[in-house]
């Protein structure tokens, strides 16, 4: 008789960056929904980001700066990249490595009261940017999406971190001429790792990854404002709140997931990008899959997900206590199907070692841009296969963000991408099926079209599969340390306990700086 293996579920998300289109909707909407009071101004929980770019905040994927994740020792162990406890304790009361506010950008409103009450007069009065810190003049020099669409790219795209490791490690050069570039939308938040670092690098164990669902939040009793977290967060995603002296970070809207509704920013997203599901895993297995070398890591987390219809894995998973209406949400889960069973979905960073839960599907239309300017029937499957090494956004690049730089694992996701889109081409124009282009990518034809109906077509149901929590688990998932949690929190539009007094928060986009300095009783 097989030895029974414990079994944990994970919420995790699956993004297609193929419908990306940059609107930005659901930052705005993440925004205005948990981050819309004093002391997170500068705070994006989720943003969009454009490649090639410097990320926000600016060159967070420089690890040899910011000391984020972890490093595999020459003993064969896990350590944080920032040091181990002896370190953190002897450089406790000094301000770790992490970002300034110069990294992120220095948020303002504008002085509109001058526009409507100056007095009459030859010059026209202007509204000036107005620091939401300081409260004083500032200049405007950068903001979270300063690189957005490739603005500027010319001066600041060398800067990219990625950029700059493929030129030094690859000798590879990448152009900014308008004609040669290339571009592409990553929408990033919290990753709501399996071996979150964040959590491992507080001092006061005010992190923590709760047991029901994997998702990662901070204990804001515990929390003391150390902010090695941050340090230790290699996607810089926890912020620190100047007005409450705590760390803040993406909840992943678990209030809305404890009730079957997908998190803010996949409900409002234009593009209907976003996935949704439980992944049932192995939590005796990460740290040995995070030991993996660089370019086995992917296939190291594939590995730690289990298969939800193998028949001993759902009685490991009963067994471990897990509902069974979560077990069947898992089977049905469309983030398990594009990441383990289609194979197209990719870790962001996975050489960082917190075994990333929020996945993505790369782009593939800069392909179809190319042949089609190179008179190319760009549809045609012999076509795609063969403009994948000569893409616009070179495959290097993209294996930098996904594979920890292992071109081949993302070739083939990118075959079967161009693959799906000739047969199903086919298809639509009545014209005789290929199925030698599935056989080609390792796909069979019927698996083809599912894997087109959930990339392409997938109705509501079929993206966000999110089982409800359950009333006899409630009590584990009472979260008292988590700012969101209590009438007028965050959450709800209020400022909470630890906020500072200064009355109601009208949203930063647009409060004046008149109101501004009455909130402040100035």
Request: with cysteine; proline share 7%; glycine share 8%.
């Amino acid at each position: 008789m097989p030895k029974r293996r414990r079994v944990m579920a994970q919420v995790a998300m699956v993004m297609n960056l193929d419908k990306c289109i940059g609107c930005h909707t659901c930052s705005v909407t993440c925004k205005q929904a948990w981050t819309n009071r004093a002391g997170t101004e500068y705070v994006w929980f989720n943003n969009v980001e454009t490649r090639p770019g410097q990320g926000y905040p600016r060159t967070y994927e420089d690890q040899e700066k910011w000391q984020g994740g972890w490093v595999r020792t020459r003993s064969g162990r896990l350590k944080l990249r920032s040091g181990g406890r002896f370190k953190k304790l002897l450089s406790i009361f000094a301000s770790p490595a992490h970002p300034e506010i110069g990294d992120y950008y220095e948020p303002w409103t504008y002085d509109y009261e001058n526009l409507t009450r100056a007095p009459l007069g030859d010059d026209f009065p202007v509204a000036r940017p107005k620091s939401l810190v300081t409260g004083k003049d500032m200049a405007i020099t950068m903001s979270a999406n300063w690189d957005d669409s490739l603005g500027g790219i010319h001066e600041t795209g060398h800067d990219d971190p990625i950029v700059r490791k493929l030129r030094e490690e690859a000798n590879l050069q990448i152009k900014f001429e308008y004609e040669k570039t290339f571009m592409f939308y990553v929408p990033r938040i919290c990753e709501h790792c399996l071996n979150p670092s964040c959590m491992a690098s507080c001092p006061s164990g005010a992190i923590y990854k709760r047991v029901e669902d994997g998702i990662v939040l901070v204990d804001q009793d515990k929390c003391r404002g150390w902010r090695q977290c941050i340090t230790g967060c290699p996607y810089k995603k926890i912020y620190f709140n100047h007005r409450t002296g705590k760390a803040e970070k993406c909840t992943l809207c678990y209030p809305r997931l404890e009730v079957g509704m997908p998190t803010v920013c996949s409900e409002t997203c234009v593009g209907r990008l976003r996935y949704i599901g439980i992944i049932l895993y192995d939590p005796d297995q990460v740290t040995k899959a995070a030991l993996a070398d660089d370019k086995d890591l992917y296939e190291a987390q594939l590995d730690v997900m289990l298969d939800p219809n193998d028949p001993q894995v759902i009685a490991d998973a009963r067994e471990s206590g897990i509902p069974a209406d979560w077990i069947l949400a898992a089977q049905r889960s469309p983030v398990y199907a594009l990441i383990k069973h289609f194979k197209v979905a990719l870790p962001l960073h996975p050489e960082y070692r917190t075994m990333p839960m929020v996945w993505y599907v790369p782009p593939l239309s800069p392909v179809v841009d190319l042949l089609k300017s190179q008179g190319h029937d760009s549809e045609a499957g012999g076509n795609l296969f063969g403009a994948i090494d000569a893409l616009r956004i070179p495959v290097e690049y993209l294996a930098e963000l996904f594979t920890a730089g292992d071109t081949e694992v993302v070739t083939l996701v990118l075959q079967r991408l161009a693959a799906m889109r000739s047969y199903m081409r086919d298809i639509t124009l009545n014209r005789e099926p290929q199925p030698e282009l599935a056989h080609a990518v390792g796909m069979t034809p019927e698996a083809m079209e599912q894997m087109y109906r959930l990339l392409a077509i997938a109705k509501y149901d079929e993206r966000y599969v999110i089982p409800q929590a359950h009333y006899e688990r409630a009590h584990s998932l009472e979260e008292m340390a988590c700012s969101l949690d209590f009438e007028g929190g965050p959450g709800a539009g209020g400022t909470g306990p630890y906020a500072s007094t200064m009355g109601n928060v009208v949203p930063v986009t647009i409060e004046s700086y008149a109101s501004a300095k009455a909130r402040r009783g100035e």
